[in-house]
C-alpha cells in the first residue's frame, strides 16, 4: 500500500513541481534583464550626480529622462534620444513664445497650451515611433517649461534652459552606460527576425504552391509576423557608421516579404484558373517552389533572367491566355521580391550597401487622429479649469502630469490599457517614494544611501517594463519615482508638499483613466469602419491614376491590414469575412496603382495608346470585361515591339487582369461601398 501511494503522489508532485518550474521561468527576471536594469541605474545616478556637480535646476529631471530613454537595446535609445532632444527644443522655444505672448493672462496661457498640446497630438498620430514620441514630447514640454513658470513669467528663459541642459546630460549619459557596458545592439536582435520572418514567408509560399490560396486570416497571421519589425529597422541608422544602409537593407527586406507573400497569392490564384499547364507555366511554378527552398543568390539571378524570358516569350507570342502571363509576371515578381529580401537581410548582417531603399510608411485614419488630439485636449482644459476653480496649491504642478500622462497615451496602441497601469505605476511610484524618503534616508544627505534606496524600485520598474503585459506600470515607475522622490542637494523631506504631489498624480492619473474611457473613444468596430473608409478612398484614388507608387502602397496596404486584423470581433466567419473584403481592397488598390504607373510609361508607343484608353476607363467604372479585353489588346499590340516594351506590357496586362477578377469576384462589396460604377 505505501508502495502504492508513493507512486501515486510522484505524478502529483512532478505536475507541482512543473507548475512552479513554469511560475519561476516566467516571473524570475533572466539575466539579460538584470543587466539592463543594471544598465539603466547605473546610468540614472550617473546623471542625478552629473547634475548634482554641475548644479543644475531640477536635477531630478536628468534621471527621468534616463528612464524615459531606458530601452533594453542601443538603437532605440540613441533613436529616442535624439528625437527627444529635438522635442525639448521645440517645445523650449515655444514655451518662451507663449510666455512672451500671454505671460500677464493665464486663461490665454493655458488655451494657447492647450491648442498647442493637441496640435502636437494630432501629428504624432501621422509619424512612426520615436518620430511620434519627439512630436508629442514637444507639446508637454511646454507645460514642463511655461505652467511649471505661470506664477514667475520671468523665470521663463531660464527654465527653459535648464530643461535643454538636463536632456542633454540625461541622453549623454544613456549613450555613454550603452556603449561602455555593452547595449544589445538592435541590429543583432533584428536580424534573426528577419531570418525567421524570411523563413515564414518562404513556408507560406511552399504551402500556397501545394494547396493554393491560404485564405486571407492565413495571410494577415504572415502580416502580423513581419510589420511589428518595422520599429526597430528604424532605429538601426543611428548605431554604427554603416547604420543608415543596414536599416534600408531591413526596410528592403520587410517591403520584399509583403510583396512576396502577396505575389504567391497571385500566382497560386492565376494557375488555379488555367485549363491546362503549359510547359512555361509548369517551369515559372517550378522556379517558385525553388525560390521557397531559399536558394543561393546565384540560382535566385539565373531563375530571374530565365523567367523574364518566359515572360517575354508569352508577349511576343501574343496568343497566350492571360492568366498565364498573369503567372508568368508574378512568378518573376516572386523573384524579385526573394532577390530584395536576401540582400536586404544580408545588408543587415554585414552593413553593404542594399540594392534599394523601400519606405514604411503607416496607416493612419484621420477621425482616429482627430478623436485622439481632441481627447488630450479637452481633458486637459476640464482638468486644468477644475484646479483652477478649486484653488488646489501646485496646481500647475498636476496639470503637468495630466499634459504628459494624456500625451503618452495618445502614441500607444491602446489607451485604455496605458491608463490602467498609469493608475497602478503612479500609486506604486508614490508608494515607493514615500517610503524611501520618510522611511530609508529619513534625514540623510549622503548621495550613495540615495543610490542604494533608489536601486530596488528601479530595478523592479525595468524588469515590469520588459513584460508587454505590465510595461505601462514599469515605464511609469521608473518614470515618476525620481520625480516624486524628488532628489535634491540639500534632500527635502518636507511631509505636506510629499503628500500633496503623490495625491495629485495619482489624482491626474484617474483623471487620465476617465478621459480614455468617456471622452470621445474609439471602438474597434469604429476602428474597422474608419479603415474602411480609407481603403475605399485610396481605392478611389488609385482606379483614376493616383495611387501613387506601387511599392510604397503594396506597403501601406500590409500596414492598414495589419490594423485591421486587429480591429476585427464578432464570430470568426464575420472575421474571416471583413479579412477577405480588407484584401480584395488592397489587391485592386495595388493592381490599379501599378497598373496606371505602367500605362503612364507605354503611353509614348503610339500603336498602344487606344487599348491604354480603353484601360484606363476600364478601371475608372470597374469594368472588369473591359479591362481584360484592353490587356489582350495591349498583349497584341506589343508583341511586335522590343523586349524593354514587351517587358513593361506584360506588367501592366497582368495587374489589368487581377483588377479584372478582384472586380468580378467582390462587385457586391464594391457596390456597398460606391467606389465606382461598379
Same mark, same amino acid.
Given at each position: 500500500?505505501?508502495?502504492?501511494?508513493?507512486?501515486?503522489?510522484?505524478?502529483?508532485?512532478?505536475?507541482?513541481?512543473?507548475?512552479?518550474?513554469?511560475?519561476? +521561468?516566467?516571473?524570475?527576471?533572466?539575466?539579460?534583464?538584470?543587466?539592463?536594469?543594471?544598465?539603466?541605474?547605473?546610468?540614472?545616478?550617473?546623471?542625478?550626480?552629473?547634475?548634482?556637480?554641475?548644479?543644475? +535646476?531640477?536635477?531630478?529631471?536628468?534621471?527621468?529622462?534616463?528612464?524615459?530613454?531606458?530601452?533594453?537595446?542601443?538603437?532605440?535609445?540613441?533613436?529616442?534620444?535624439?528625437?527627444?532632444?529635438?522635442?525639448?527644443?521645440?517645445?523650449?522655444?515655444?514655451? !518662451?513664445?507663449?510666455?512672451?505672448?500671454?505671460?500677464?493672462?493665464?486663461?490665454?496661457?493655458?488655451?494657447?497650451?492647450?491648442?498647442?498640446?493637441?496640435?502636437?497630438?494630432?501629428?504624432?498620430?501621422?509619424?512612426?515611433?520615436?518620430?511620434?514620441?519627439?512630436?508629442?514630447?514637444?507639446?508637454?514640454?511646454?507645460?514642463?517649461?511655461?505652467?511649471?513658470?505661470?506664477?514667475?513669467?520671468?523665470?521663463?528663459?531660464?527654465?527653459?534652459?535648464?530643461?535643454?541642459?538636463?536632456?542633454?546630460?540625461?541622453?549623454?549619459?544613456?549613450?555613454?552606460?550603452?556603449?561602455?557596458?555593452?547595449?544589445?545592439?538592435?541590429?543583432?536582435?533584428?536580424?534573426?527576425?528577419?531570418?525567421?520572418?524570411?523563413?515564414?514567408?518562404?513556408?507560406?509560399?511552399?504551402?500556397?504552391?501545394?494547396?493554393?490560396?491560404?485564405?486571407?486570416?492565413?495571410?494577415?497571421?504572415?502580416?502580423?509576423?513581419?510589420?511589428?519589425?518595422?520599429? +526597430?529597422?528604424?532605429?538601426?541608422?543611428?548605431?554604427?557608421?554603416?547604420?543608415?544602409?543596414?536599416?534600408?537593407?531591413?526596410?528592403?527586406?520587410?517591403?520584399?516579404?509583403?510583396?512576396?507573400?502577396?505575389?504567391?497569392?497571385?500566382?497560386?490564384?492565376?494557375?488555379?484558373?488555367?485549363?491546362?499547364?503549359?510547359?512555361?507555366?509548369?517551369?515559372?511554378?517550378?522556379?517558385?517552389?525553388?525560390?521557397?527552398?531559399?536558394?543561393?543568390?546565384?540560382?535566385?539571378?539565373?531563375?530571374?533572367?530565365?523567367?523574364?524570358?518566359?515572360?517575354?516569350?508569352?508577349?511576343?507570342?501574343?496568343?497566350?491566355?492571360?492568366?498565364?502571363?498573369?503567372?508568368?509576371?508574378?512568378?518573376?515578381?516572386?523573384?524579385?521580391?526573394?532577390?530584395?529580401?536576401?540582400?536586404?537581410?544580408?545588408?543587415?548582417?554585414?552593413?553593404?550597401?542594399?540594392?534599394?531603399?523601400?519606405?514604411?510608411?503607416?496607416?493612419?485614419?484621420?477621425?482616429?487622429?482627430?478623436?485622439?488630439?481632441?481627447?488630450?485636449?479637452?481633458?486637459?482644459?476640464?482638468?486644468?479649469?477644475?484646479?483652477?476653480?478649486?484653488?488646489?496649491?501646485?496646481?500647475?504642478?498636476?496639470?503637468?502630469?495630466?499634459?504628459?500622462?494624456?500625451?503618452?497615451?495618445?502614441?500607444?496602441?491602446?489607451?485604455?490599457?496605458?491608463?490602467?497601469?498609469?493608475?497602478?505605476?503612479?500609486?506604486?511610484?508614490?508608494?515607493?517614494?514615500?517610503?524611501?524618503?520618510?522611511?530609508?534616508?529619513?534625514?540623510?544627505?549622503?548621495?550613495?544611501?540615495?543610490?542604494?534606496?533608489?536601486?530596488?524600485?528601479?530595478?523592479?520598474?525595468?524588469?515590469?517594463?520588459?513584460?508587454?503585459?505590465?510595461?505601462?506600470?514599469?515605464?511609469?515607475?521608473?518614470?515618476?519615482?525620481?520625480?516624486?522622490?524628488?532628489?535634491?542637494?540639500?534632500?527635502?523631506?518636507?511631509?505636506?508638499?510629499?503628500?500633496?504631489?503623490?495625491?495629485?498624480?495619482?489624482?491626474?492619473?484617474?483623471?487620465?483613466? !476617465?478621459?480614455?474611457?468617456?471622452?470621445?473613444?474609439?471602438?474597434?468596430?469604429?476602428?474597422?469602419?474608419?479603415?474602411?473608409?480609407?481603403?475605399?478612398?485610396?481605392?478611389?484614388?488609385?482606379?483614376?491614376?493616383?495611387?501613387?507608387?506601387?511599392?510604397?502602397?503594396?506597403?501601406?496596404?500590409?500596414?492598414?491590414?495589419?490594423?485591421?486584423?486587429?480591429?476585427?470581433?464578432?464570430?470568426?466567419?464575420?472575421?474571416?469575412?471583413?479579412?477577405?473584403?480588407?484584401?480584395?481592397?488592397?489587391?485592386?488598390?495595388?493592381?490599379?496603382?501599378?497598373?496606371?504607373?505602367?500605362?503612364?510609361?507605354?503611353?509614348?508607343?503610339?500603336?498602344?495608346?487606344?487599348?491604354?484608353?480603353?484601360?484606363?476607363?476600364?478601371?475608372?467604372?470597374?469594368?472588369?470585361?473591359?479591362?481584360?479585353?484592353?490587356?489582350?489588346?495591349?498583349?497584341?499590340?506589343?508583341?511586335?515591339?522590343?523586349?524593354?516594351?514587351?517587358?513593361?506590357?506584360?506588367?501592366?496586362?497582368?495587374?489589368?487582369?487581377?483588377?479584372?477578377?478582384?472586380?468580378?469576384?467582390?462587385?457586391?462589396?464594391?457596390?456597398?461601398?460606391?467606389?465606382?460604377?461598379?
Amino acid at each position: 500500500m505505501a508502495e502504492v501511494s508513493a507512486h501515486a503522489g510522484s505524478p502529483r508532485q512532478a505536475a507541482i513541481g512543473d507548475r512552479l518550474i513554469g511560475f519561476l +521561468d516566467a516571473w524570475v527576471p533572466k539575466p539579460a534583464a538584470w543587466a539592463f536594469a543594471l544598465r539603466i541605474w547605473i546610468a540614472m545616478m550617473l546623471a542625478l550626480a552629473a547634475a548634482f556637480w554641475l548644479q543644475l +535646476d531640477s536635477a531630478s529631471s536628468a534621471a527621468t529622462c534616463v528612464a524615459i530613454l531606458a530601452q533594453p537595446k542601443r538603437g532605440q535609445a540613441i533613436s529616442k534620444g535624439v528625437y527627444r532632444l529635438l522635442g525639448t527644443l521645440i517645445g523650449a522655444a515655444v514655451s !518662451i513664445l507663449f510666455m512672451a505672448l500671454f505671460g500677464q493672462d493665464r486663461v490665454l496661457l493655458l488655451l494657447s497650451f492647450t491648442v498647442w498640446l493637441g496640435l502636437c497630438v494630432f501629428t504624432a498620430q501621422y509619424l512612426q515611433d520615436t518620430r511620434a514620441y519627439g512630436a508629442m514630447l514637444s507639446g508637454y514640454t511646454v507645460a514642463i517649461v511655461a505652467l511649471g513658470q505661470i506664477d514667475e513669467p520671468q523665470g521663463t528663459f531660464d527654465a527653459a534652459v535648464s530643461r535643454v541642459a538636463v536632456i542633454v546630460l540625461g541622453i549623454i549619459v544613456i549613450t555613454f552606460i550603452n556603449d561602455a557596458l555593452a547595449s544589445p545592439s538592435t541590429w543583432r536582435t533584428l536580424l534573426p527576425q528577419l531570418r525567421k520572418a524570411w523563413d515564414d514567408t518562404r513556408a507560406y509560399a511552399r504551402e500556397t504552391l501545394s494547396d493554393g490560396d491560404l485564405g486571407a486570416s492565413r495571410t494577415a497571421a504572415l502580416i502580423r509576423t513581419i510589420a511589428p519589425m518595422r520599429a +526597430d529597422a528604424s532605429a538601426i541608422a543611428g548605431e554604427l557608421d554603416d547604420g543608415p544602409w543596414r536599416a534600408a537593407g531591413a526596410r528592403s527586406c520587410i517591403a520584399a516579404l509583403y510583396v512576396l507573400a502577396a505575389a504567391v497569392r497571385a500566382v497560386a490564384a492565376a494557375s488555379a484558373c488555367l485549363r491546362t499547364r503549359s510547359p512555361a507555366v509548369e517551369e515559372a511554378l517550378a522556379i517558385c517552389r525553388r525560390v521557397a527552398e531559399d536558394p543561393d543568390p546565384e540560382t535566385l539571378q539565373r531563375d530571374d533572367a530565365r523567367l523574364r524570358d518566359l515572360v517575354d516569350a508569352a508577349i511576343r507570342d501574343g496568343k497566350r491566355p492571360l492568366d498565364e502571363v498573369v503567372v508568368l509576371q508574378r512568378a518573376l515578381d516572386v523573384a524579385c521580391a526573394a532577390t530584395f529580401a536576401q540582400d536586404g537581410i544580408q545588408a543587415v548582417a554585414d552593413g553593404h550597401r542594399p540594392l534599394r531603399d523601400a519606405r514604411l510608411p503607416t496607416h493612419r485614419d484621420f477621425p482616429v487622429a482627430l478623436r485622439g488630439a481632441l481627447r488630450v485636449a479637452i481633458g486637459f482644459a476640464i482638468t486644468a479649469a477644475a484646479f483652477v476653480a478649486l484653488g488646489l496649491p501646485q496646481a500647475s504642478f498636476a496639470l503637468v502630469q495630466v499634459a504628459s500622462t494624456a500625451a503618452l497615451s495618445s502614441v500607444t496602441p491602446d489607451p485604455k490599457k496605458f491608463a490602467n497601469g498609469v493608475v497602478i505605476g503612479m500609486t506604486l511610484a508614490a508608494t515607493f517614494a514615500g517610503i524611501a524618503r520618510f522611511v530609508f534616508l529619513d534625514g540623510v544627505q549622503g548621495f550613495p544611501m540615495l543610490a542604494i534606496v533608489m536601486a530596488p524600485v528601479i530595478f523592479l520598474g525595468c524588469f515590469l517594463s520588459l513584460n508587454p503585459k505590465t510595461f505601462g506600470i514599469g515605464f511609469i515607475v521608473i518614470v515618476f519615482f525620481p520625480v516624486l522622490l524628488g532628489p535634491s542637494n540639500p534632500q527635502s523631506y518636507d511631509a505636506q508638499s510629499f503628500l500633496l504631489n503623490a495625491f495629485l498624480v495619482v489624482i491626474a492619473a484617474i483623471v487620465l483613466s !476617465i478621459v480614455v474611457r468617456l471622452l470621445l473613444p474609439v471602438t474597434p468596430e469604429r476602428q474597422r469602419v474608419y479603415a474602411l473608409d480609407s481603403a475605399q478612398r485610396s481605392l478611389a484614388d488609385a482606379l483614376v491614376g493616383e495611387g501613387g507608387d506601387a511599392t510604397t502602397r503594396t506597403s501601406l496596404n500590409a500596414d492598414r491590414l495589419f490594423q485591421f486584423a486587429g480591429y476585427s470581433s464578432g464570430s470568426g466567419a464575420v472575421r474571416r469575412a471583413s479579412l477577405s473584403h480588407a484584401f480584395a481592397l488592397a489587391r485592386l488598390e495595388a493592381s490599379a496603382a501599378r497598373a496606371h504607373a505602367e500605362l503612364r510609361r507605354l503611353w509614348s508607343v503610339e500603336p498602344l495608346r487606344a487599348a491604354i484608353q480603353r484601360a484606363r476607363a476600364g478601371l475608372a467604372t470597374g469594368d472588369d470585361r473591359a479591362l481584360e479585353s484592353a490587356a489582350r489588346d495591349l498583349i497584341r499590340a506589343a508583341s511586335q515591339e522590343d523586349r524593354v516594351l514587351r517587358l513593361t506590357t506584360a506588367r501592366a496586362a497582368s495587374d489589368l487582369v487581377t483588377a479584372a477578377r478582384t472586380i468580378a469576384r467582390h462587385r457586391r462589396v464594391l457596390r456597398r461601398l460606391d467606389i465606382a460604377l461598379f
